[in-house]
């Protein structure tokens, strides 16, 4: 299956923590970072006062199923001291399960598409370096859905490469 998913840090060395959650994936049996997008700086969206975010987005290969890769990610982000002591606040890393192909499911555990994927300048914009042609189940493709988002507040980070492969 082909996961697209967003990385996310806000404290500590942000960059670090998206590169160790990209080679923590890669040692995952059955899963391979494709690709990943450039680095973005951005506002925090939502929640308490707060440090600005890098981000980024990554397709990923892998045999899990999606409820599989879900726990793989959550145990990725208690491995970098993620801690979930307030709803949208500051955190080491946050990895979000955007899509796994064109997969639709919701349940206590997992929604997919990720249910505010669409509307999030941070994610749609990396994503659309990556693969702009994609169509979010029951929305439109990435290209058209960035284009109906404001995306002040998304910066390019130049200085910054993160490496889907080790």
Request: charged fraction near 20%.
């Amino acid at each position: 299956m082909k996961a697209t998913i967003s990385l996310g840090s806000n404290l500590g060395d942000r960059f670090q923590y998206l590169q160790n959650a990209l080679d923590s994936l890669n040692a995952v049996t059955g899963t391979q970072v494709h690709s990943v997008s450039p680095v973005f700086e951005t506002d925090p969206v939502g929640g308490p006062d707060q440090g600005q975010y890098l981000n980024a987005v990554a397709v990923v290969k892998t045999i899990l199923s999606p409820e599989q890769f879900l726990a793989v990610t959550q145990q990725i982000e208690l491995e970098q001291n993620r801690e979930r002591n307030e709803r949208w606040g500051p955190r080491t890393l946050d990895i979000d399960l955007l899509a796994m192909d064109n997969e639709v499911r919701s349940t206590s555990e997992l929604e997919l598409p990720h249910p505010r994927a669409h509307e999030r300048a941070f994610v749609l914009l990396p994503w659309s370096l990556l693969d702009p042609d994609f169509v979010i189940p029951g929305k439109a493709s990435v290209a058209q859905l960035l284009e109906s988002v404001e995306v002040t507040g998304v910066r390019f980070r130049n200085d910054l490469e993160l490496v889907a492969h080790a």
